[in-house]
T-cell receptor, first 114, second 111 residues
Framework: GAGVSQSPRYKVAKRGQDVALRCDPI?????LFWYQQALGQGPEFLTY????????KSGLPSDRFFAERPEGSVSTLKIQRTQQEDSAVYLC????????????FGNGTRLTVT | KQEVTQIPAALSVPEGENLVLNCSFT??????LQWFRQDPGKGLTSLLL?????REQTSGRLNASLDKSSGRSTLYIAASQPGDSATYLC??????????FGKGTRLSVIA
């Protein structure tokens, strides 16, 4: 595709609900990253995939957060039992390189937990 | 643990001015330093990447410098335009660890 696509663009969830956020990276991109960006803050790293392998998940804030990329292309970030502090923009980025070099970002999913 | 700080948090300048955005990082053992632009409601767009062995990088009206020993990078924007209005973020990459971002500088260029 032309760029990194994320869906949905906006998501409102009631506290306690599960949500799934999707990322379609640029075709052929090896690396895929998920970041969480709170209002007025810089992006915070969540997790990193190289193809289908999740090489780093050190940024996931709790075991309620889970990410997968089963076929090395599309990735899903799942948040179980959402809490108000999960409200943020979730950004996905992909790269042809094996690492955070020449990153291409999607426009993000804005999650609001009420 | 790497920490990245950007000063100022916000900046407003008249069109045509040259300006400097500052970025500092605590761990000088970086692999590269990256500058991004973020428009409201959008993702980040990569502007410049400076390898640890380099002193500066230029792209059009943008020039980024890197001083590893002092833990500082600057982004210089020449002849600013209203279209430059956005949030500018810097990020430090140390190789084995994730890219660490600053909070950004919100720039407004007034016509």
């Amino acid at each position: 595709g032309a760029g990194v696509s994320q869906s949905p663009r906006y998501k409102v969830a009631k506290r306690g609900q599960d949500v799934a956020l999707r990322c379609d990276p640029i075709s052929g991109h090896v690396s895929l990253f998920w970041y969480q960006q709170a209002l007025g803050q810089g992006p915070e790293f969540l997790t990193y995939f190289q193809n289908e392998a999740q090489l780093d998940k050190s940024g996931l804030p709790s075991d309620r957060f889970f990410a997968e990329r089963p076929e090395g292309s599309v990735s899903t970030l799942k948040i179980q039992r959402t809490q108000q502090e999960d409200s943020a923009v979730y950004l996905c980025a992909s790269s042809l390189a094996s690492g955070p070099i020449d990153l291409h970002f999607g426009n993000g999913t804005r999650l609001t937990v009420t | 643990k790497q920490e990245v700080t950007q000063i100022p948090a916000a900046l407003s300048v008249p069109e045509g001015e040259n300006l400097v955005l500052n970025c500092s990082f605590t761990d000088s053992a970086i692999y590269n330093l990256q500058w991004f632009r973020q428009d409201p409601g959008k993702g980040l767009t990569s502007l410049l990447l400076i390898q640890s062995s380099q002193r500066e990088q230029t792209s059009g009206r943008l020039n980024a410098s890197l001083d590893k020993s002092s833990g500082r990078s600057t982004l210089y924007i020449a002849a600013s335009q209203p279209g430059d209005s956005a949030t500018y973020l810097c990020a430090a990459y140390s190789g084995n660890t994730p890219l660490v971002f600053g909070k950004g500088t919100r720039l407004s260029v007034i016509a």
